[in-house]
């Protein structure tokens, strides 16, 4: 079958956008169209990416944020600069696909939290493995820096460049190659948005594995190298079991192809498992292999009320019991949070207010019996005391209304400022009680302090806001909570990643000879560590 071209994400369509009068990004497909006339537009964003964008670019009018590399203090390695005969190479091996444009590059250069900035001088756009791989080659060659970047929808500065390492985009490399509807196995290129392969693979009766608040944006091979995580984790489980196989370029510009389809594959080292969550810096993911569960014929929502956090755990165990199989998701929400949700976004709490909310998901493959089992449920929790209020949602619409206050929480957090977020997995029993410290401890230092996330699989979301950057309350906060979240043998990137935001605090979570092996790893695979440098391992590279 010949690989279908997925719609552009849109990454790819920043330099096409235009502002409107009320400050929001306003797609210009007609010039689009005739720029790139031989490949028409189709692509329609979704709502949330929309909504995104727009408070992109409102952010972008507004003073220029300062660079990560002189706000944190950091020193450049020991690397290359471009040249002017670097980027007439580039030209010749991507016609039309190299960006020089300062002000186009202002976006690929800002994470869209605003907490990062690099300065980027070039942006390039492969289409094909075979080009990322001489791209590679060359910056080898001449020991220059790159920055791979997907949707750049990234929480820990990941996704931008510290200096002026060379963007490699993937926004381009958008193709489906194959989807066995027997097997459940799919095969893309990295570049593909994840919005538009869930869309694809719903018309076969399958799903993603993964479902994230940033889909609209994000792209499978950032969504590997990080190993996202999402709401439906405890369901499906993380991406170390879902992928397959990867297709990935080396830091030398080897193209090492372990694009397995195969669910059993017992043959040496499982090569594949390094790239999950390396976050590019051992290697660029090109290409993704992985496994789609079966699309489910029904699906329930429920949002409930609870009175303390203790019987959020109850009900998570009672959820677990009595729902087994068909249980899906089970999220966890603060007043903060909602209370978050109805002054900055105008949504409305569809019950009646409570110190904490759950959601909780129900997919299955027979309506009537899921129902019955979900009633049972209810019927308990609320029998007992367990949950004090609640509502189900049963067709579409209402049950994507209320995901939109989940979901959109940090879109929510975006209004207030500056946002500080972590990303951390506790166990159970201490699970809230560092938003109750952190409260504590920053007092009015903090606009507000919020905790969410994924209860089912023990990943706290703490967001703590002000209305601008404040060193003061940074200082407050770190390395306040990952102390904490090391003394009760939690970790301090459940999702998110390091990044460049945690990198100094992977000892919190990891021990000193872990993170050797890890730098061992590094070095052999990267030895000029042009990979991605100053993320994820604290320095070392360029030296």
């Known amino acids: ?21 009320n400050g929001c990004l306003h797609r210009t497909v007609a010039s689009y169209s005739r720029v790139h006339a ?67 590059l202002v976006g690929y250069n800002t994470d869209w939290l ?42 820990v500065g990941g996704s931008v460049p510290v200096f002026d390492e060379i963007i490699i985009s993937t926004s381009l490399m958008n193709k489906i190659i194959s989807v066995d509807e027997i097997s459940g196995t799919l095969v893309c290129q990295a570049g593909c948005v994840l919005e538009a392969l869930s869309t694809h693979l719903s018309d076969v009766g399958l799903m993603m594995p993964l479902d994230l608040g940033a889909k609209g944006s994000c792209q499978i091979g950032g969504n590997v190298s990080t190993n996202a995580g999402g709401l439906r984790l405890m369901r499906y489980g ?33 090569l594949k498992q390094l790239f999950i969550g390396s976050e590019g810096t051992l290697g660029i993911v090109t290409a993704v292999s992985i496994l789609c ?21 109850r009900a998570l165990k009672e959820a677990k ?49 899921d129902e019955e089992k979900l009633n049972l449920f209810l019927e308990k929790v609320l029998g007992e005391g367990i949950v004090e209020d609640g509502t189900v949602a049963t067709d579409s619409t209402k049950i994507q209304s209320i995901w939109s206050i989940r979901e959109r929480l940090a879109e929510a957090l975006l209004h207030d400022g500056y946002v500080y977020k972590y990303d951390i997995s506790l166990p159970l029993a201490n699970f809230y009680d ?65 990044g460049f935001k945690k990198r100094d605090f992977i000892h919190f979570s990891k021990t000193q000879k872990a993170v050797e092996l890890m730098q061992q790893i590094k070095d052999l695979m990267d030895p000029k560590g042009i990979l991605n440098p100053y993320k994820m391992l604290p320095d070392k590279y360029g030296d």
């Open 1 to 21: 079958m010949a690989p279908l071209r997925l719609p552009v994400s849109l990454g790819y369509l920043r330099q096409y956008l235009s502002l409107t009068n």
């Open 38 to 104: 031989k490949h028409p537009i189709t692509y329609q964003p979704s709502s949330a990416q929309t909504r995104r964008f727009c408070l992109q670019s409102r952010s972008l009018q507004k003073e220029e944020l300062e660079l990560t590399s002189v706000r944190y203090n950091v020193q450049r390695g020991n690397f290359a600069r471009i040249s002017n005969e670097d980027v007439a190479m580039f030209e010749k091996l991507l016609p039309g696909r190299v960006i020089a444009d300062p002000e186009e």
């Open 114 to 155: 605003r907490m990062c900035r690099g300065n980027s001088r070039l942006l390039l756009r492969p289409k094909t493995t075979e080009e990322v791989s001489e791209i590679m080659k060359y910056c080898s060659s001449r020991n220059l820096a790159v920055m791979p970047q997907g949707g750049n929808t990234g929480l």
């Open 238 to 270: 993380s991406l170390h079991g879902s992928v397959l196989g990867l297709e990935v370029v080396q830091a030398d510009g080897t193209i090492l192809d372990c694009l397995s389809t195969l669910r059993k594959d017992n043959t040496g080292y499982d």
């Open 293 to 313: 569960p079966r699309k489910p014929q029904s699906t329930n929502l429920a949002i409930l009320g609870v009175s303390n956090f203790q019987n959020c755990l």
């Open 321 to 369: 019991g009595m729902l087994g199989e068909i249980l899906s998701a089970f999220e966890f929400m603060d007043s903060a949070c909602m209370d978050l949700a109805k002054s900055n976004l105008n949504l409305t709490n569809p019950i009646s207010d409570k110190p904490f909310y759950v959601l909780i998901e129900t997919a299955g493959s027979n309506g009537t019996h």
């Open 434 to 498: 560092l938003v109750v410290d952190m409260r504590e401890r920053v007092d009015d230092l903090a606009t507000r302090v919020v905790g969410y996330g994924h209860l089912g699989d023990g990943n706290l979301h703490l967001n703590v806001t002000s209305p601008t950057y404040d060193h003061e309350l940074l200082d407050k906060i770190e390395p306040f909570i990952y102390e904490w979240t090391s003394r009760y043998n939690g970790s301090i990137s459940a999702e998110h990643g390091l």
